[in-house]
């Protein structure tokens, strides 16, 4: 049923009237259409959630923008249903090399092809690639409706409870009443205004040329990325696929010819034919809205965050939101959450964003070096910090640190799984192979170092939660390994994978039931039937 069907769409001008007696769910309204919109539309779809997705667009945007994912956003696509069709567009990269002026490597970071979340740690893809699967992925959903060549003109409280959203088409002027409204468009976000949220400014503005080109020709790679560190033409280097290369180089005076920019790359033999696929100009900025929800409005994304590119995280800061807010809007329109439950969103995803869009500005600091006088002593500590034992392995690690403590994070010591992703590996059960995710499906889940005592069985039947003993997973040792170095007996999965809370090795209960417990039941709704979720798993795993 269409938000039209469902009464709550009013084309007549004027001031709005709603009829008290149209009781029917609202939808939740994504506005915009790009892969953290799309994203987050699916994985409400995964949860029964309907969406109505305003954009502006007809069609996917044709032209490259993001180019890089990691492994845990390859986990978090597999949750939206498009895991083995972004498999097979994605090109799999050895990571990160800092160049000096002269191209001679100064420090290397090698990313994984195996990642903890069970994908390459750095892939490289075409967006419009990205945003086309996504599309047919939503065409499959009849919870999804995505309606086009729509200008939303705006977003407002509305006194029954609802937001109004307001659109216009070649039709004329529209309204949607939507239970929450998520704001994933964009920089330029009307979303953002309409919150009245403002960006806090984190010191970095450049102007940069990105080039994409297909070519034949031989090029020189590492099939990673590079950064040339040159204070002078700063710039950075990628193959994203089998003849398609990227280029970004700090704008200067005067314009240069694209030939002569990508020259270092290139033999010096060569003569032939390249074709530019796009060159266009953008501003680098670090920026963080200094409040991401007011009520049931939220910001995701660059409506939300602006960061660097330097380390390849700006479309996966977005996608993270999504999975992170998703299952939690979820929970309190279907399952009886606690309205607080909403708050934790800002307050996970902020901290996360900001060290990642902090870590991009360093980087973009060793790139150019400062123009002043010190630029080359900056340059000479850099080399001398790339050269001390482990330190670029440390750096080359995950992008996610475990997420601060707060109502779902229940971290109590130093070293504790709370906070932290479950690793992925393959498991098998009843001869059927699959990844974790897929085996544990949409919900809470307890995993257990043995078989569940009954208290803990107890607890876990009163969540209404499935407690599954790794042992009968029979994946590759990788899920024992991670319980005993956390020294934990049990652990308390969140859907999107995070550790809220644990057993410690030798005690009988979670540390922390009474914080959490609250947050995702309330009186109403009652609590989802346990038999319900065990069902749904093969025999083996809750015995």
Known sequence: MTA??????????????RNPAQTAPAPV??????PVGVTAALLLARRGVRTVILERHQDVYPLPRAVATDDEVRRILQAAGVGEEFAAIARPANGLRLLDARHRVMAEFRRS????????????????????LLRDALARRPECELRGGVEVTGV?????????????????????????VLGCDGAGSLTRDAIGAAWEDLCFEERWTVIDVRTQADVRCWEGVDQVCDPHRPATFMRVGEDRYRWEFRLQEGRQPVRELIAPWLSPSYDGAFDVVRETQYTFRARVADRWRSGRVFLLGDAAHLTPPFVGQGLCSGLRDAYNLTWKLARVLQQGGDERLLDTY??????????????????????TGGQDGAAALRRRILAAACRIPG???AAGRDLSPPLTAGPLVRRRRRRSLVGTHCPQPWVALDGRRSRLDDMLGDGF?????AEPWPSLRALAHGLGVPAIPVTGLRDDGTLTAWLRAGRADAVLLRPDRVVTDVVPAGAHDFTDTAAWASLLHTTRSPHPSPRTVENSLPRSATR
Request: proline share 8%; no cysteine; aromatic share 6%.
């Open 156 to 180: 407002g409280p509305d006194p029954a409870g609802p937001v109004r959203v307001t659109y216009r088409d070649a039709d004329g002027e529209h309204h949607l009443w939507a239970e929450a």
């Open 4 to 17: 039209d069907q469902a009464g709550r769409r009013d084309t007549a001008p004027g001031p709005v009237q």
């Open 445 to 449: 889940t307890v995993l257990t170092a």
């Open 391 to 393: 330190l670029t392995a």
């Open 29 to 34: 309204v994504v506005i915009g259409a790009g």
């Open 346 to 367: 800002e307050s996970e995803r902020k901290p996360h964003a900001r060290h990642v869009i902090r870590l991009a500005v360093a980087m973009g600091w060793a790139m």
């Open 113 to 132: 092809e195996h990642g903890r979340h069970g994908y390459p740690q750095t892939s490289m893809f075409d967006q419009p690639d990205l945003e086309r």
